[in-house]
Structures are given as structure tokens and as C-alpha cells.
């Protein structure tokens, strides 16, 4: 549990935040300039505020009034940066185990060697940065913070200079990080598909303030709407490849099947789908004599209008956001609760290698 009351003064900036993280994934989202790297370093110590006090799992690391600012490096914090920071002079298992070999022996709860297995490094130890795609470069950056076995991880736009298919690998090599060492995480981004998909929370700050804290999806979809900044989203989900048969692939992606173009992957190899919200059509009845090879029923659970632009999130067994009009979602009726249909072309999904 990482708590706060941060204030932050610089020249024509002011952050002044209070609020608490859980011990999930927690997104801080915002638009440039709204203080969400600021915030990020205070708690890691990195910055010192102008005042308040920061708790990091009951352990104050700083507090104005009793004089308390622990160094970045005794806070047990794990940092990854948009660009990795990757030490150019070093190979990848020399920059895994950079932090591993400055904590005690008895700290060490992470072998540097089983972290790059978990996030398919093994094959690239020997290879210098230079020699790396940006999303390994990433998973690199990502085993080395932790490495120092952290008890928080913080990633400050870590997927910002990479394309659909790296987001989509890294992101889901993150949630099973969180899955399978429990480290909680604070992840901050201005991407709205970014937060949808990682994230069980979601802060939103602007202009130094906070202004919501709820589900990701319910806070960002709807605080963009009503602000006209948000961007084409695209929903990304894990998915197992199927059978190929017709020149098109299944996907299974949990509990239901998607058709998808002809993939030359095998049968059971994991995948990252994904697909634009404003590439779905919504029916409120079920069709017929369609080309699509996609019709999946389900239940709308939510709806954000505002300014012509709307988003509805769908239950299908996997929820998908779904982008549409305002004239469209009256004439159809669509509310909450009630049963729909998803509709789109197998050459509307983008399936990726999960790694």
C-alpha cells in the first residue's frame, strides 16, 4: 500500500495530490503536463517535494514534517523509463544483474537468470543494447528493476516508443509479471488503450490536480469523451492460436473464439490480438446473411456519451470497448444490460507474437 499527500512547486507548475495504491496495477493517466512523471519520482525519490508526506507499505520515505527523505536506493523501488536506460556498455546479462549485485545476498529474492527465461531473454545475454529491438530493450529494462527484488515497481511510459505489435507483447508480459511475483506496480501513460488493458485502477490528473479515481475504463473513457482528447483505441487481448482451415485462423482469447486472416503460427502458441474499437459494429439484434465471420452476443455494461462520440464496453465473455455515434446508440436503443452483438471482419483483428 503506497499512500501520499504530495506538493510539488516549480516555476508556473504546481502538483498537489493526496491519495493511496493499492496492491495491483495502478495506472496514472493524464495529458502531458498534468504531473504523472512528477508524481512517479517523488515516490521514488528521485525528486523531493515541496512538502507532505509519502508511506510506502506503512514505511514513511518522506515527510516534511518530521524531516524524514530516505535515498531513491533504500526505498526498494524498481523504475523503468520510456527509453530503458539500458547501460550501452554492458550485455544483457551484465544489465540484469547490475542492481542484483549491489543488494545484500540475503535481499535477493529474484535469480537474474530465471527472470530472463520468464521474459524471454535467455537467447540474448550476450548481446549488447545496440543489438536489441525496442521491446526487447524493454523486457530487458524490465528484469533488471526486478532483479533488485522491489516491493513496488514504478513504469514511467514504458511502451511510448513502440509500435501496436511491442505494446501488446509488453504489456502482457507485465500483467503476468504482476501475476506471478505479486510486485504492485504504478504505470503511467497517456494512452487510454494502455490503461484499459493493464490496469485495476486508474488515477487521472490534470493541470497538477487529481481529478478521479475509479476502474480504468469508466474514469478514462468517459473523462476523454468529455474532454475530446482521446485517441483511436484499440482493444488488446491474449490470445492461444487455434485451427486454420479456409485461409483464416481461431484465436482463443479466454472463454470465446475469433476468427482471424490466415496466421503462420502454430496450434496452441500464444498470441496478442488486437482490434480497433471503430473496426466493431454494434447490432442490437442478431444478423444475418453477413460476409463478417465474427457475430459474438453479449451484454453491454457500460456507455459514455458525450459530444457525438461514444464508447459502450461489451461482455462477451471477454469485454471489448466499442466505438459508435451518438445517433447510432439512439437509434438502436442501446442501454446497459441489454443483450447485443459484436460484429467485424477477421481482417479487422491483428494477431501478434506474445513475446
Not at 102 to 107: D, F, G, S, V
Not at 149 to 163: R, V
Not at 315 to 342: P, Q
Request: proline share 4%; with cysteine; net charge negative.
Amino acid at each position: 500500500m503506497i499512500t501520499f499527500d504530495v506538493r510539488l512547486e516549480r516555476p508556473g507548475f504546481l502538483l498537489d495530490v493526496i491519495g493511496e495504491f493499492g496492491d495491483g496495477i495502478t495506472a496514472v493517466f493524464g495529458p502531458s503536463g498534468a504531473g504523472k512523471s512528477s508524481l512517479l519520482n517523488c515516490i521514488a525519490g528521485s525528486i523531493k517535494p515541496s512538502g507532505g508526506e509519502i508511506q510506502i507499505n506503512g514505511t514513511t520515505v518522506y515527510s516534511e514534517e518530521n524531516k524524514v527523505s530516505i535515498s531513491p536506493e533504500k526505498r526498494c523501488i524498481g523504475t523503468v523509463y520510456q527509453d530503458g536506460a539500458l547501460f550501452p556498455h554492458l550485455d544483457v546479462r551484465r544489465n540484469i544483474e547490475f542492481g542484483w549485485r549491489l543488494i545484500p545476498k540475503n535481499e535477493r529474492r529474484l535469480d537474474p537468470l530465471e527472470l530472463a527465461e520468464f521474459l524471454g531473454l535467455t537467447e540474448l545475454l550476450d548481446r549488447k543494447p545496440d543489438e536489441l529491438s525496442g521491446g526487447e530493450r524493454q523486457r530487458v529494462a524490465i528484469a533488471r528493476a526486478l532483479a533488485t527484488s522491489p516491493d513496488l515497481l514504478l513504469l514511467d511510459e514504458p511502451l511510448a516508443s513502440l509500435d501496436i505489435a511491442r505494446r501488446g507483447s509488453i504489456l502482457n508480459y507485465l500483467k503476468r509479471v504482476h501475476s506471478e511475483f505479486s510486485i504492485p506496480m504504478i504505470y503511467v501513460s497517456h494512452s487510454i488503450t494502455e490503461v484499459v488493458s493493464i490496469a485495476s485502477d486508474a488515477m487521472l490528473l490534470r493541470d497538477g490536480r487529481l481529478e478521479g479515481f475509479d476502474r480504468p475504463s469508466a474514469l478514462l473513457l468517459g473523462a476523454a469523451v468529455a474532454g475530446g482528447d482521446i485517441d483511436s483505441f484499440e482493444n488488446i487481448l491474449d490470445g492461444v492460436v487455434g485451427e486454420s482451415a479456409d485461409h483464416l485462423t481461431t484465436v482463443r482469447i479466454g472463454s470465446i473464439e475469433i476468427s482471424t486472416r490466415h496466421q503462420n503460427k502454430n496450434s496452441g502458441e500464444n498470441v496478442v490480438v488486437s482490434l480497433g474499437a471503430n473496426q466493431i459494429i454494434l447490432a442490437a439484434e442478431q444478423p444475418t446473411n453477413l460476409s463478417a465471420r465474427n457475430i459474438l452476443k453479449g451484454t453491454v455494461s457500460e456507455v459514455w456519451s458525450n459530444q457525438g462520440k461514444v464508447f459502450t464496453e461489451v461482455d462477451v465473455g471477454e469485454k471489448f470497448i466499442v466505438e459508435l455515434t451518438e445517433s447510432a446508440l439512439n437509434e438502436l436503443g442501446i442501454a446497459v444490460n441489454n443483450d447485443v452483438f459484436l460484429i467485424f471482419k477477421s481482417s479487422s483483428v491483428d494477431v501478434f507474437d506474445a513475446r
